[in-house]
């Protein structure tokens, strides 16, 4: 069973930075795609960006979030640039190690290994 633990949540205003790390018990190189998701208050958990060979993105991110991985670190990590409040939600990191991902409609079932999660707030 593959473990994942998220850091670098936290409160920021609008308009500021975020890192989040994702840091897994098993060897990265070896998942498929790995993740982030978040899940607001009241709504449904929701892709936020995701990285195999390319990387992708939600719409509502694009051009301000920026996915990465370290294989040799076990760590995928998200840099979050230009925050708006409506980024305010628990983040979640996510693997697939059973080869699901399916990047034309990224969904939380093509992943298998979940962190526990980390808040992030945004103020305005």
């Known amino acids: 069973q593959v473990q994942l633990v998220e850091s670098g949540g936290g409160l920021v205003q609008a308009g500021g930075s975020l890192s989040l790390s994702c840091a897994a018990s098993?060897?990265?190189?070896?998942?498929?795609?790995m993740g982030w998701f978040r899940q607001a208050p009241g709504k449904e958990r929701e892709f936020v960006a995701a990285a195999k060979w390319s990387k992708y993105y939600a719409d509502s991110v694009k051009g301000r979030f920026t996915i990465s991985r370290d294989n040799a670190k076990n760590t995928v990590y998200m840099q979050m640039n230009s925050l708006k409040p409506e980024d305010t939600a628990v983040y979640y990191c996510?693997?697939?190690?059973?080869?699901?991902?399916?990047?034309?409609?990224?969904?939380?079932?093509?992943?298998?290994?979940w962190g526990q999660g980390t808040q992030v707030t945004v103020s305005s």
């Open positions: 996510a693997a697939d190690t059973r080869y699901r991902f399916n990047p034309s409609t990224v969904v939380p079932s093509q992943f298998d290994s």
């Open positions: 098993g060897r990265t190189s070896s998942f498929n795609a």
